[in-house]
């Protein structure tokens, strides 16, 4: 978090040198995080020129099945190729090309506090909790059935954390009746949080409706929230090859909005895609541009970010793996394919595990690092996901933003001039003496080092008479502090009456069910 | 493990293409590791001169206390400028760069069974699990003071995995007499392993002793083992600025007799080190360089490898960390020094934690990354510690080789060719189908994806019908099973006779002490 540090760094230099020992305390800034990280590639340039021709030739050649009436007739009157009988689309490259000519290279979205704005773009890090769970779990409650108060408390304890850059559908509401839950999701957003919303695409009205209650809180008018990116929404297509209806129809809601989607198919090699990397990327590759190229025939110039979500499947189980070698190098491959179109994209984190344990631990932070290197504009599931996203762990947040927290570090630069390598200082200890009380020390003590969040970095001793607690045991506490403590921001608080006033409305006119 | 599969392969080819159904089992090669990664950095070109600059002049101007005279002797005849009453050295910036010249860029080391051989050199990668330990752990027996049957028994466990390259001193075995420890470590590396053998520097008769039993094992005359790397020690100042005596004796003897030292000092910023990355590198550097001096006038061309191990201490318990944002950074700068001299070098993975639970997990991906992308040339304590190396644990060095195999993997290519990328499978699979059952999937299923080795991805039902087992309950399965079935390789088993005659008549003769 920013903390505002002035007054006791002013006070101490106001006392002069002799109380230099009260240096400022640490600030971080893990709001806009630039990657410092060289993209790492898996594939040479000529295959990833050949991945994108080959999906190229997929979408031309083979076509992709679309279920939604209103998007054959979209493509349709562009030229592509429609069989109304077998619902194929098959589209042509110049149609491709031209999507990705319009499709905008930065994304720029308004949040609720201008500070906590998200720019998607090639070279900025996003972080996002694991979204889409139907299950949540915790120490005290045990596994069980997502509730509207879970998703609120989750929305509660990450407005709290800087480094998780936006807010998404975490957990499923499942004690809320499906015509009434998006209202219910958007107004947890609206007013506990001024981070940006999610909108999920579950049919036209469900979309408008969150869409307008989102231009209120956001006090736009109607011209004003079509140029202003203030909220997103995912789109999944139906490996391999087809488009569903509430799918197709989030693309068109969301670009005829001028509210940005991200654009990911979920190729697991081996199941719903080719069993290689190569190939689960090829299909990827042209799923996501069927997708693009929709929305940019909606509204050219529409928000899109390409989407990966290509992993292996676990041959024994049928499950999607996450963490693994070829998790790891489909991440990588998309970062050239995304760096190839010169889109912003989204990649994937998020655990297999059944337990937030080390399993979990040690697949998340692959797949973080996978998407750090990628050079990925937004990783999303990247705290809180077990059992492939099947269930959201409060302790699994927590355990995760640390490591995110970690990566946010690398994202500051390090000293390195005259005075941070500190000739001074080391002349100023003598040979096996120790470097606790110089200067050099007592002015920086308490800003130099990244400061844990749930690591307990005491001995075995203390460790062991403290209770020998568990990382999770820790993560417990650190949760329900944040709960106990929590205040939605004034901002967002000041908003709850003019949504509950839509919400009546539209609840006493019975809502609206999901389309599928 | 490098399984032949031959025979099973052309079975199945024998049979035709009704039979390719039978594909071949996954072979993995993880014995020889070539880095994928672009290396990382934390400092600008200007600030690693700067730091290499600083540490130059901290040699010349401020100088190394060296506690052994034979040392001091070999400084003094180089014309470093060496004061007998303080046992203060100050070393000139041009025998540093003559020694820089002359320390070889690549280490080709001999193993037990060639096949195993090690090479140290910038751009490949080496692991080690941790060494060290006073203390082992399993789910057990609890925690106690590290034996030698544990520290067998972790030779055992390790011989069986390539991805770990080289043995190491991982745990004290405290019931043996220190003037007779050294006999019973080597002849334990020699008889169940053919892996490059560890030698402690604890006093030259300790040394040579071991030596000796490396050249018998390995049928060296004293001229072919001069010329020939096979095996390895650790060399740590004692930071900031001082060189002990068993140290700089270990340097010198390894250097005369052609064996590589690993030059390591331990820079805790904060603490024995300037409380900033770069200073903490400043420091490091010119420790390093004052060792590498050291070997390089002992014997030109002297095999060494420049050492880092800096982290951040902890402020509030004055414990090392691991896997913090500054020890990453310290290792990312690290790889910059190591580049800018040519040397291998190594860096170091860990863990603060007292447990091997997720806070462990979490601190050794951290430092593997650093490691991987820093371009260390071998990664010391990359599985097994906890505690900071206070402790070894079984179950961790289990859990983290789940680790080290999965980025073993990123060092292997993947197919980018037509073939992988699968246009005519992706066409041979319509809209919402899947790929189970193609021929593409059948003739790669079986080697297409890593195999995890603790990693459990069933379901949460099965999962907890088959007992809700902790990563570190199947962890303990692993290394059981490992231990149960392991056998010596018989070219080590056939070294224990001779070893035990010069082993008896050593004893006789009293051993050796540690020199302190």
Redesign the interface.
């Known amino acids: 978090m920013n903390t505002s540090t002035s007054h006791s760094s002013k006070a101490g230099r106001r006392r002069g040198r002799s109380e230099s020992q009260i240096p400022p305390i640490r600030q971080t800034s893990y709001r806009s995080l630039t990657n410092?990280?060289?993209p790492?590639t898996?594939?040479?340039d000529d295959?990833v020129q050949?991945?994108h021709a080959?999906a190229l030739?997929?979408l031309q050649?083979?076509g992709?099945?679309v279920l939604l009436p209103q998007a054959l007739a979209v493509y349709k009157a562009a030229g592509a190729i429609v069989d109304p009988d077998t619902q194929?689309v098959r589209i042509g490259a110049e149609l491709v090309t031209a999507a990705l000519a319009t499709a905008p290279r930065a994304i720029p979205c308004m949040a609720g506090d201008r500070s906590r704005d998200v720019r998607f773009e090639l070279g900025r890090l996003n972080f996002l909790a694991g979204c889409g769970s139907p299950n949540v779990s915790d120490l005290d409650q045990g596994?069980r059935a997502g509730t509207l108060a879970d998703f609120e408390n989750a929305i509660r304890i990450i407005q709290g954390f800087d480094v998780l850059h936006l807010q998404g559908p975490y957990i499923e509401p499942q004690d809320i009746d499906p015509r009434f839950r998006h209202y219910a999701m958007t107004r947890a957003q609206l007013t506990l949080s001024d981070k940006l919303p999610n909108v999920y695409a579950r049919g036209t009205q469900q979309v408008e409706d969150s869409f307008e209650m989102i231009r209120l809180a956001r006090g736009l008018s109607e011209s004003e929230f079509l140029a202003t990116p203030c909220c997103w929404g995912v789109i999944n297509t139906?490996s391999?090859?087809?488009l569903d209806i509430p799918m197709a129809q989030g693309i068109i809601d969301f670009a005829r909005h001028g509210q940005p989607t991200v654009i990911t198919p979920f190729c697991l090699?081996?199941?719903?895609?080719?069993?290689?990397?190569?190939?689960a990327l090829?299909?990827q590759h042209?799923e996501a541009l069927a997708g693009i190229t929709l929305a940019q025939l909606t509204r050219q110039g529409a928000p899109v970010l390409y989407g990966s979500f290509a992993s292996?499947v676990?041959?024994?189980?049928g499950?999607p793996?996450f963490?693994?070698?070829?998790h790891?190098?489909a991440t990588l491959?998309s970062g050239q394919l995304a760096r190839l179109i010169g889109l912003p994209w989204r990649s994937g984190a998020g655990c297999?595990?059944?337990?937030?344990?080390?399993?979990?631990?040690?697949?998340t932070?692959?797949g973080l690092?996978a998407s750090v290197?990628a050079g990925s504009s937004l990783c999303i599931h990247a705290a809180g996901w077990v059992?492939g996203g099947?269930?959201f762990s409060f302790e699994k947040l927590i355990?995760d933003l640390?490591?995110l927290q970690?990566l946010a570090?690398?994202c500051q630069t390090?000293?390195?001039?005259?005075d941070?390598?500190?000739?001074d200082?080391?002349?100023d200890?003598a040979?096996?003496?120790?470097?606790?009380s110089?200067q050099?020390?007592m002015e920086?003590?308490r800003t130099?080092?990244?400061e844990?969040l749930?690591?307990?970095?005491?001995?075995?001793g203390?460790?062991?008479e403290s209770g020998?607690l568990?990382?999770?045991d820790r993560a417990r506490s650190v949760w329900k502090r944040r709960l106990d403590e929590f205040t939605a921001p004034e901002s967002a608080r000041a908003q709850a009456e003019s949504l509950d006033a839509f919400i009546a409305r539209r609840t006493a006119e019975g809502g609206a069910a999901p389309v599928s």
Chains 1, 2 share one sequence.
């Open positions: 410092p990280f060289v790492q898996v594939f040479s295959q050949a991945i080959t030739r997929i050649e083979l992709i099945k194929m596994r139906n391999p090859r087809q090699a081996g199941a719903m895609a080719p069993v290689t990397v190569a190939g090829a299909l042209a292996n676990d041959l024994r189980s499950s793996t963490g693994t070698p070829e790891i190098k491959g297999a595990a059944a337990s937030p344990d080390v399993q979990a631990a040690h697949e932070q692959f690092w290197l059992e099947l269930t355990t640390e490591a970690t570090e690398l390090s000293p390195g001039d005259t941070a390598i500190g000739y200082a080391i002349a200890v040979p096996g003496g120790h470097f606790f110089t050099h020390t920086r003590y130099a080092f990244y844990p749930v690591a307990d970095l005491s001995n075995f203390n460790w062991t020998a568990r990382t999770i």
